[in-house]
Each structure stands twice: as structure tokens, then as C-alpha cells.
């Protein structure tokens, strides 16, 4: 409420109040009917009220000794605060009064964001994949590729390439190289020799020596 809203609003209760000076006991205009609070009434968030007209903005309930709340200038019970103001975890159901996750268009406890294999509380660091929830390990274990030479997963590293893929194989950069050798392959040239890839001077190699194992065995 800015300082204009402030005077407006003291200035309509002046005159208000000066309507009804000559009643005996006026205590001021309720709050929620208007009319004339004559003897007993209550005095809440700088108005006065009827009784019975203290009442959730929501339920109507009177707040009796319960206590109140306000949002935008009206009175809710607690029930309705919590539930209407506050909003309900997607996950426990209970009202988001502590700190909370809004996780697309989910509101969630922290505590309540969870990851969908472990159960881990995931604090905010979430990997979001096929509708999953998942922790660092578990996204890892889930969905990272295997090398299919040291069998370590194939993490990504910022902008470097790091996965050389063969057909239905992945490999680390550093892994696809020549099998005997363990150098890189140049222009990624590699050539397969019972499976493993080799460069060029290795595989010439390993050609001669089965030429000579089969003279030998002749
Ligand atoms: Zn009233
Ligand atoms: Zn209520
Ligand atoms: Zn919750
Ligand atoms: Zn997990
Ligand atoms: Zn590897
Ligand atoms: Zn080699």
C-alpha cells in the first residue's frame, strides 16, 4: 500500500466514523460489513469489527483465539493460509511453509525433492531426463555411455569432444587408439584386426605375422 492508498483510506474511515458520532459507544465501521460497531467489538489489523464478523476471508469461520493471518490486507485462518497463500508440496501434501523447490510448474519441499532411483534428497543439483529426477550418480549410472575399451564411463566435459563413436560403440577420445601401439589414430584413420582397431604400421604387422603363422602351420 503506498502513502496515497494510506490517506485515501484514513480519510474514508474519517468520515465514516464522523456519519456516526451521535451513536453512543461507536467504536468505528466493521471491517468486513460497514455497519456501526456499537460496544463490544474487534480491533484487528488497524480496523475495527462485529464480533462475529472477525471472521477467514475463506472459510468465514471467527478466529476465536486461533490466530490470523494476513495476505493483501485480508484475515485467513490458518488452515486456509497455509493452503491457499502458502500452497501444498506436490509431494507430502503438506503446506510449503519451509523452503521449497519449484521444480517446472511443481512447487516441492526441498526436503521433499527427491532423487527417482535412490530416494536421495537432491538439494537443488538435478540431472531432469525422461520425466526422472536423478542425482549425479545415478543420472551417470543411467545414462552415460560405457568406453567400450577401458569399460569407464565416458563423461562429458565441457566443449571437448570426448566420445569417439564406432558403430554402436563409444570409446573415450583418449581410448580409440591403436591397440598395440596406444597411439592415436591420424585423421582418424583406424583399421579393425580381429576386433581391435589398430594404425596402419601395426596392422601391416600383425597381417605379416599371420602370413607367417599360416606358412608355418602348412
Ligand atoms: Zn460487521
Ligand atoms: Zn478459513
Ligand atoms: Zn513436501
Ligand atoms: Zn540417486
Ligand atoms: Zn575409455
Ligand atoms: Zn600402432
Request: glycine fraction near 6%; aromatic fraction near 10%; proline fraction near 4%.
Amino acid at each position: 500500500m503506498d502513502q496515497l492508498d494510506q490517506l485515501d483510506e484514513i480519510e474514508a474511515t474519517l468520515t465514516q466514523d464522523l456519519e456516526h458520532v451521535n451513536i453512543p459507544n461507536f467504536k468505528g465501521v466493521c471491517g468486513t460489513c460497514g455497519e456501526p460497531v456499537v460496544g463490544d467489538g474487534i480491533y484487528a489489523m488497524n480496523k475495527t469489527f462485529h464480533k462475529d464478523h472477525f471472521v477467514c476471508c475463506v472459510c468465514n469461520e471467527q478466529f476465536g483465539s486461533n490466530p490470523y493471518y494476513v495476505k493483501d490486507g485480508k484475515p485467513y485462518c490458518q488452515n486456509d493460509y497455509e493452503n491457499q497463500v502458502l500452497g501444498i508440496c506436490e509431494v507430502c501434501g503438506k503446506p510449503l511453509i519451509n523452503e521449497l523447490a519449484v521444480v517446472g510448474e511443481k512447487k516441492i519441499h526441498l526436503d521433499c525433492f527427491k532423487c527417482s532411483i535412490c530416494g536421495k534428497v537432491l538439494n537443488g543439483k538435478y540431472y531432469n531426463k525422461d520425466g526422472l529426477y536423478l542425482c549425479q550418480e545415478d543420472y551417470e549410472e543411467k545414462y552415460l555411455p560405457v568406453c567400450n575399451r577401458c569399460h569407464e564411463k565416458i563423461r562429458p566435459t565441457g566443449d571437448v569432444k570426448e566420445a569417439i563413436c564406432v558403430g554402436d560403440k563409444k570409446y573415450h577420445v583418449k581410448c580409440f587408439c591403436c591397440k598395440d601401439c596406444q597411439k592415436p589414430f591420424e585423421d582418424m584413420k583406424a583399421y579393425m584386426f580381429n576386433d581391435d582397431y589398430l594404425c596402419e604400421e601395426h596392422y601391416r604387422k600383425r597381417k605379416e605375422e599371420e602370413r607367417k603363422n599360416k606358412e608355418q602351420n602348412q
